[in-house]
């Protein structure tokens, strides 16, 4: 089973950038636990400040026939990018949308969401844990 992990701008600073609200874990070292914790799931991550680039990767990622599904955070691009949930809505693997914090307790800004209508669902304020959450899902959808 293979499952991606598609995050956008600014994750690739998590662990360096507020630890208040993304830990001090860096995402490499997350993917690193999860590859160790879930042996049996080939995971791929992706990630990518610039908005062309993640569309561009998910409709390469809808054309893998292994894959199971998409745990996509688009970071601030979840708020503004129209694009990506219109790529988001164009393809057949389900993708989860995916914040390490509670989007709806931050800025009035960020609880728009363009991804969420076309996403299998949505998971916010676990910190990293919202990937795991969104990796038990995929496991377990048929």
Same mark, same amino acid.
């Given at each position: =089973?293979?499952? !991606? ?5 600014? %994750?690739? $600073? ?19 636990? =999860? ?22 990767? $998910? ?11 998409? %745990?996509?955070?688009?970071? !601030? ?9 219109? &790529? ?7 993708? *989860?949308?995916?914040? =390490?914090?509670?989007?709806? &307790? ?8 363009? %991804?969420?209508?076309? !996403? ?7 910190? =990293?844990?919202?990937? $795991? $959450?969104? *990796? ?7």
């Amino acid at each position: =089973m293979k499952i !991606a992990i598609v995050n956008g701008p600014n %994750l690739n $600073l998590t662990g360096k950038r507020e630890k208040d609200i993304y830990g001090s874990k860096s995402f490499e070292e997350f993917v690193a636990d =999860m590859k160790q914790g879930f042996p049996q799931i080939d995971f791929a991550y992706y990630q990518s400040n610039v908005e062309g680039d993640l569309i561009n990767t $998910l409709h390469e990622l809808d054309k893998e026939a292994s894959l199971k599904g998409i %745990l996509l955070n688009a970071g !601030a691009y979840t708020h503004t990018s129209v694009a990506i949930g219109d &790529a988001v809505a164009a393809i057949d693997k389900p993708v *989860i949308e995916i914040h =390490m914090s509670n989007i709806f &307790a931050r800025e009035d800004f960020r609880h728009v969401s363009h %991804l969420g209508k076309h !996403a299998i669902g949505s998971i916010s304020g676990f910190g =990293m844990e919202s990937y $795991l $959450l969104g *990796i038990l899902k995929l496991m377990n959808q048929s």
